[in-house]
């Protein structure tokens, strides 16, 4: 089994820190992604990737950056985080034509 | 425009009835595929059933089956007999052939199912 590995359950951070969220896959999957989860709005996309330091704007991509030094590791970077930042956050993986694999996601708390 | 929109915020069953989630999506791409995932309370997204485009017959995994409707674009969940631990967050999502590689995927609202002893 894809085994997706968030580095936090629950996050709690102050306004204008810099934020690092990070996701380790164990397989050999080439593309990652991250999503924010807000009631009523469903998953949107922050930031994929699909392949090493290869990255593409997602729907929301403001506020936000991503890096991806190796296959294995895709990090959200909140540059400056702000109380609307407040999210749950979801990192996949996918290989080819496969479902998209999550991790258990990172509840962030901007106070 | 809205790609993929899912009307129910919430819908209540009886435990091992049936019930259907409906999901609308909009594309001008020919070559597509719908998933739907399962989201409990403790927050993973689980990949309940996929769609292609392109299928003769509409995909059954278990319980759970899609009533695909390409004329109507529309791809409802039906899960059979459902069992309290369906009680869950249920997301539908396309993904487009045209996109770039990636396979990025547009995620509905979601649909909030109860199942009631």
């Not at chain 1, 991250?34 to 392949?51: E, H, M, N, T, V």
């Not at chain 2, 009307?7 to 020919?30: H, I, R, W």
């Not at chain 2, 996109?99 to 909030?112: A, D, I, P, V």
């Amino acid at each position: 089994d894809v085994k997706v590995t968030q580095s936090s359950r629950y996050l709690v951070k102050r306004t204008g820190e810099k934020v690092f969220l990070e996701c380790v896959q164990d397989m050999d999957h080439e593309n990652m992604f991250w999503y924010r989860q807000d009631p009523g709005l469903g998953l949107r996309l922050i930031y994929f990737s699909y392949d090493v330091k290869m990255k593409e704007k997602g729907d929301i991509p403001e506020g936000y950056s991503v890096s991806r030094e190796k296959k294995e590791r895709f990090s959200l970077i909140l540059e400056s985080a702000s109380t609307n930042q407040t999210s749950m956050y979801l990192c996949a993986t996918q290989i080819r034509r496969q479902p998209q694999h999550f991790g258990d996601g990172t509840r962030l708390s901007i106070l | 425009a809205q790609k993929i929109t899912q009307t129910q915020p919430g819908m209540f069953v009886q435990e091992k009835e049936a019930v259907t989630l409906d999901c609308t999506y909009d594309t001008s791409d020919p070559s597509y595929g719908l998933f739907w995932y399962k989201q409990p309370s403790s927050g993973e997204m689980i990949f309940l059933i996929y769609q292609g485009s392109y299928d003769q017959q509409n995909a059954t995994e278990g319980r759970y089956s899609l009533n695909f409707q390409k004329a109507r674009k529309s791809a409802n969940l039906v899960i059979s007999a459902s069992q309290l631990g369906d009680s869950a967050m249920y997301f539908c999502a396309m993904r487009e052939r045209g996109e770039t590689s990636g396979s990025r995927l547009t995620f509905g609202e979601g649909t909030q199912l109860t199942v009631n002893p």
